[in-house]
């Protein structure tokens, strides 16, 4: 497809099991931006990728929430040792080029999670 | 306390009346961006304003970039149930070297036939 992946859409995690989200971008765009989603409210930012290098994970609640890029497409949001509070829509959204303020970002579906 | 305050938080009108969303802040944006996002869909950028006073003109809808860039408007005229859904404003402050976006926390719209 043409826009923005991400898998799996829905995930119901027991409180303390580890998770992993997928976000596969949009073909050739550097930048990668993860935003953290509550019910009924606007998306918060979580951590920015340039190609491979995360460069801003300021947004990140605490150090059990770890974001990779490797190889500079695919992206894996992992939790570790979910909570309650962790359960929300994550998002990916990505952009052809060096983000900049004006920049487009193209979100995907997101990925809704749920911990019991 | 959110940097980008959106008002009103809730809206439930009738097909065909004109509604305004307003998005404000007490910080400079250099570029402020509206989003509609339906359920199960992440947000779908609708336009970007970039010079103060702007106005910007989709169909229906009007967006407008306030003098000092610190505030912005969406006008929907003759309101369609097509048009429901949550409508967000985004932006990064003036001095962001990229764009990390924040959003404001939403005017939820819903139109009724």
Redesign the interface.
């Known amino acids: 497809g043409a826009g923005?992946s991400q898998s799996p859409r829905y995930k119901v995690a027991k409180r303390g099991q580890d998770v992993a989200l997928r976000c596969d971008p949009i073909s050739g765009h550097v930048?990668l931006?993860w935003?953290q989603q509550a019910l009924?409210?606007?998306?918060?930012?979580l951590t920015?990728f340039?190609n491979e290098a995360q460069?801003?994970k300021s947004g990140l609640p605490s150090d059990r929430f770890f974001a990779e890029r490797p190889e500079g497409s695919v992206s894996t949001l992992k939790i570790q040792r979910t909570q309650q509070e962790d359960s929300a829509v994550y998002?990916c959204?990505s952009?052809l080029v060096?983000?900049?303020?004006?920049?487009?970002?193209y979100?995907?579906?997101?990925t809704r999670l749920l911990v019991l | 306390t959110q940097l980008?305050e959106?008002s009103p938080q809730f809206l439930s009108i009738q097909e065909g009346e004109n509604l305004t969303v307003y998005c404000n802040s007490s910080s400079v944006f250099?570029?402020l961006q509206w989003y509609r996002q339906e359920p199960?869909?992440?947000?779908?950028?609708l336009v970007?304003v970039?010079t103060g006073g702007e106005v910007k003109k989709l169909k229906r809808l009007t967006f407008q970039f306030g003098d000092a860039r610190k505030d912005s408007s969406l006008h929907i005229t003759a309101a369609q149930p097509g048009d429901t859904g949550?409508y967000?404003c985004?932006?990064?402050p003036r001095g962001?070297s990229?764009?990390?976006?924040?959003?404001?926390?939403?005017t939820?719209l819903t139109v009724h036939p």
């Open positions: 923005v930048s931006f935003y009924g409210q606007g998306p918060e930012f920015y340039q460069l801003d998002l959204a952009s060096l983000a900049k303020t004006q920049e487009t970002q979100f995907g579906p997101g | 980008l959106q250099s570029s199960g869909e992440g947000p779908v950028l970007t970039v949550l967000l985004a932006g990064a962001t990229y764009g990390k976006l924040t959003f404001g926390q939403g939820i």
